[in-house]
């Protein structure tokens, strides 16, 4: 089993991965992600977020921003009511996070009265999203991960807001929660409800909201503020971080 100091390290690898946005369920090579007539004829008729969204995910994919990047993303979050206007248009977006994601760029908390670039993220860091599950973690690539966390999310669909629950942790895809000491699972939230939070500074349950999402890349703001982007991966990152088929 690995060294205390050596999964503090790594423990704190991940949640600095997963701010700068975290049993399972059916594999998600077979989830359909069925085109949503309702969103699609929405945005498709808003120029400015299709074009935001090919910035995006041009950027995405090669894990390099440009000049325009940031725009187009502050675009989708400033119109985030008009363009997701009710539930169904919010649940549709949601839907669309649902796959394997590697985190491409992210930028710090917001700066006082400026603007925070986006940076490329220099590690490989992961992000999964299922019907009843979110993991994230970090390896060398989408075949070796090294640590990874996994639990139960809670979608709040008027807010956009996915509230995260950490069930297991995992060391090269081998469950190793029963090993975890006292302090660090205490530290970490394992196991706790949103029920167990009090919501106070301090006691809140980690969380993300979700700013948009496409066939090819999604978008996030974690606690601290700061925003990531994610692109999709080709194949399920389950049986590498999970060990699951």
């Known amino acids: ?43 498709g008729q808003d120029a400015t977020y299709t074009k935001s969204f090919q910035t995006i995910d041009k950027c995405a994919a090669a894990g390099v921003p440009s000049d325009e990047l940031y725009d187009a993303v502050r675009y989708i979050d400033r119109n985030a009511s008009k363009l997701y206007p009710d539930e169904t248009a919010k649940e549709e977006m949601w839907k669309r996070a649902y796959g394997s994601w590697k985190l491409q760029l992210a930028t710090g908390p917001p700066a006082g009265g400026g603007t925070t670039p986006f940076k490329a993220v220099p590690i490989f860091a992961y992000a999964m999203i299922d019907e009843n599950n979110f993991g994230n973690g ?27 629950g950490i069930e297991d942790m995992f060391l090269f895809s081998n469950k190793v929660t029963q090993f975890v000491p006292t302090f660090i699972s205490d530290g970490m939230g394992l196991k706790k409800k949103p029920s167990d939070f009090s919501g106070k500074k301090g006691s809140r349950m980690p969380a993300f ?5 496409s066939e090819k890349s999604l978008i996030a703001r974690g606690g601290s503020g700061g925003i990531a982007i994610w692109t999709r991966l080709d194949k399920d990152i389950r049986p590498a971080a999970y060990g699951v088929e």
């Not at 050596?6 to 998600?28: E, H, K, Q, S, Y």
């Not at 909201?209 to 999402?213: A, D, F, Q």
């Open 209 to 213: 909201t979700i700013i948009g999402s």
């Open 1 to 43: 089993m690995a060294s205390t100091p050596f999964l503090l390290i790594l423990l704190l690898t991940v949640f600095v991965a997963a701010d700068c946005f975290t049993g399972v369920g059916a594999p998600l090579a077979t989830v359909k992600r069925t085109p949503c007539l309702y969103g699609a004829t929405l945005l």
């Open 138 to 164: 970090v390896g060398l690539n989408q075949d070796t991960i090294i640590l990874s966390l996994l639990g139960p999310h809670y979608f709040n669909t008027k807010r956009r807001v996915m509230g995260i």
